[in-house]
């Protein structure tokens, strides 16, 4: 018994004759009855009497067109229902992104989708990025941005930038030497520095850590702490020299409480990845925030509020 036997059912109890119902439904009416005999054969119970009058149900008949009625009528509401929200999305969405790239993304994109989609609650998390990969794994978040390409085919990686590295230092006599290089540094310099970094879990370790193997170098005393303000107060505090993007320090550059140097002969960049599930689709609501990602970080770079970046592809919704 499907929706459709039921739909029939109920037309011809409504209109009292199997052929004004077979009219109605342009059913020819042998095939209307074989759709009533195989429903009652299914329920191994008579449904309908015929008689000179028209059509008329039994008491299981009756109790058949209650609830028949009454599961149509759900039906037809979930499907209401669901155009709606298709045409308006509605929910809550979680966000992961590394605190480099909150720094930038999260206010304007809250901004953006407070504005276009009312009906949605974005939730943005944000931390390092190798904890942003376990939210990702764990699904926690509906979609994230990486710095760590996700190479599980469970997950779709798109790269949507790449973005520049410098050397932060602190001011004062401990940087003099730096400060001769005009504003500029090479990787060899940078690994004979006491440097502040995270742990090997995360992007930016595994990047410096890959450079001083390509380049043939060890990098100098390590100190690791998880977590990118504290990476900038010790930096400041003159505990050491760390690597991140201008965007990340410009604040405290602009305050002299941090020096910074750009990194040449090559300089030093790593990639931003938006990863999503692949075995699963997006919600309406995700999809539509994960294409506004995409559309703030275009908007952002275009108009030089992300400095240091450079665009490499499109986020499309899926």
């Known amino acids: 018994m499907d929706l459709r036997q039921l739909r029939y059912f109920l037309s011809i109890v409504e209109r009292g004759s199997f052929s004004r119902a077979a009219e109605t439904l342009n059913i020819a009416q042998p095939a209307l009855s074989l759709h009533v005999r195989n429903m009652e054969e299914d329920l191994g119970v008579q449904l309908l009497f015929r008689g000179p009058r028209g059509v008329t149900t039994t008491e299981a008949g009756d109790i058949l067109f209650r609830r028949a009625r009454s599961l149509l009528d759900q039906v037809s509401q979930i499907r209401e229902e669901i155009i709606e929200h298709e045409a308006e999305p509605s929910g809550v969405v979680h966000l992961g992104l590394p605190v480099t790239i909150s720094e930038n993304l999260s206010v304007p994109l809250l901004l953006a989708a407070q504005k276009r989609y009312p009906k949605v609650q974005l939730q943005v998390a944000e931390a390092m990025s190798?904890?942003?990969?376990?939210?990702?794994?764990?699904?926690?978040?509906?979609?994230?941005?990486?710095?760590?390409?996700?190479?599980?085919?469970?997950?779709?990686?798109?790269?949507?930038?790449?973005?520049?590295?410098?050397?932060?230092?602190?001011?004062?006599?401990?940087?003099?030497?730096?400060?001769?290089?005009?504003?500029?540094?090479?990787?060899?310099?940078?690994?004979?520095?006491?440097?502040?970094?995270?742990?090997?879990?995360?992007?930016?370790?595994?990047?410096?850590?890959?450079?001083?193997?390509?380049?043939?170098?060890?990098?100098?005393?390590?100190?690791?702490?998880?977590?990118?303000?504290?990476?900038?107060?010790?930096?400041?505090?003159?505990?050491?020299?760390?690597?991140?993007?201008?965007?990340?320090?410009?604040?405290?550059?602009?305050?002299?409480?941090?020096?910074?140097?750009?990194?040449?002969?090559?300089?030093?960049?790593?990639?931003?990845?938006?990863?999503k599930p692949s075995d699963r689709p997006l919600s309406n609501a995700a999809r539509s925030i994960y294409g506004l990602v995409n559309e703030t970080i275009n908007t952002l770079v275009d108009n030089g509020k992300w400095n240091g970046v450079r665009k490499e592809g499109a986020v499309r919704g899926k």
């Open 130 to 275: 190798g904890f942003v990969l376990d939210w990702v794994r764990d699904l926690r978040v509906d979609f994230a941005i990486l710095y760590i390409p996700v190479t599980d085919r469970k997950f779709d990686c798109t790269r949507v930038l790449e973005e520049d590295l410098w050397l932060l230092g602190p001011p004062g006599p401990m940087s003099k030497d730096i400060q001769s290089a005009r504003g500029a540094v090479n990787f060899e310099q940078i690994a004979k520095l006491p440097l502040v970094l995270p742990s090997e879990s995360h992007g930016l370790r595994t990047l410096m850590e890959k450079e001083a193997n390509r380049l043939k170098l060890k990098l100098g005393t390590v100190l690791e702490i998880d977590s990118y303000s504290n990476i900038k107060g010790l930096v400041e505090a003159g505990v050491g020299y760390s690597i991140l993007p201008f965007n990340a320090i410009a604040r405290e550059v602009s305050a002299g409480r941090l020096l910074a140097w750009k990194i040449k002969d090559p300089g030093l960049s790593r990639f931003v990845y938006i990863v």
